[in-house]
């Protein structure tokens, strides 16, 4: 889905904060399976 936001960088992190919830804004590390040998 994609929604385009009219507006700001910082207006934009508000928005996204009250839409998706506070844990969007913060990275998020990926996690990768080992390599079997």
Known sequence: ???FY???FS????W???TF???ATQ???MKY???AK
Do not use: A
């Not at 207006?11 to 508000?14: K, N, T």
């Open 1 to 3: 889905k994609v929604t």
């Open 6 to 8: 009219e507006g700001n």
């Open 11 to 14: 207006d934009y992190e508000e």
């Open 16 to 18: 996204k904060k009250k």
């Open 21 to 23: 919830g506070s844990d």
């Open 27 to 29: 990275p998020h590390r």
């Open 33 to 35: 399976k080992r390599i």
